[in-house]
């Protein structure tokens, strides 16, 4: 079974710049996660979808913005980037489970340099 | 909000030196907890996971955690670390109340000497 694909895997943005990065999710997870990760910080809670619903959003600002389509991947968009949102972005995929929130599984991440 | 503390930073430890990682959260109902594992230029890795059951959970490559409710606490645990532990570890907590947002602590880097 394929884990979660992130895609692209490195990139170099210059402040004002705006980036899509990509996440596929294990087959038959339906629920995709982002996080932001940096040293210090630990791993922050972006947003989560659900079947192409955002279920639960962090307390990040309106700049960060995400998409689920119907075969469950997933995007997430950073407008007029800042210095400070230099980062690992990682994605996860978690299954559905009858008993509530179900394990999260991660992509190797998307890290984004802002100069 | 949930919130999750992890109170050792950095840790440093010999071969064969026992590992005690600190874990609490906050929230008091029923939760699920998590450790999870990023070893160097690797992806992030379960270790192992509590939803119910015995307080007591063995996960892989040695690795054990205990849940105390009545501390909030979910340590991690391993009798005999190995140079290969060297990673950054991180406890995660989550519940049905919080659908499906896991809350993360800022993480603990171990290291291990040979």
């Known amino acids: 079974k394929a884990g979660v694909t992130q895609t692209p895997r490195y990139l170099i943005k210059t402040r004002g710049q705006q980036v899509t990065l990509s996440c596929s999710p294990i087959?038959?997870?339906?629920?995709v996660s982002w996080y932001q990760q940096t040293p210090g910080q630990g791993l922050q809670f972006l947003f989560e979808y659900f079947s192409e619903t955002q279920r639960n959003k962090g307390n990040f600002p309106g700049r960060f913005s995400g998409r689920q389509f119907s075969n469950s991947r997933s995007e997430m968009n950073v407008s007029t980037l800042e210095l400070g949102d230099s980062a690992l972005y990682l994605c996860?995929?978690?299954?559905?489970?009858?008993?509530?929130?179900?394990?999260?599984?991660f992509g190797e991440g998307s890290r984004l340099t802002v100069l | 909000a949930q919130s999750v503390s992890q109170h050792n930073h950095h840790v440093i430890l010999s071969e064969a030196a026992s590992l005690e990682l600190g874990c609490n959260y906050s929230?008091?109902?029923?939760?699920?907890l998590f450790w999870y594992v990023q070893y160097p230029g690797q992806h992030l890795q379960l270790l192992l996971k509590y939803f119910s059951g015995d307080p007591l959970v063995k996960g892989i490559k040695g690795f054990e955690a205990e849940f105390i409710k009545s501390k909030f606490s979910f340590n991690l645990r391993k009798p005999s670390v190995q140079w290969s532990d060297t990673a950054e570890y991180f406890c995660?907590?989550?519940?049905?109340?919080?659908?499906?947002?896991?809350?993360f602590g800022t993480g603990t880097s171990l290291t291990v000497i040979p």
């Open positions: 087959s038959g997870h339906r629920s």
């Open positions: 995660a907590v989550t519940s049905l109340r919080t659908g499906n947002q896991f809350y």
């Open positions: 996860a995929s978690s299954p559905t489970t009858t008993s509530g929130p179900g394990e999260l599984f």
């Open positions: 929230y008091g109902g029923t939760v699920n």
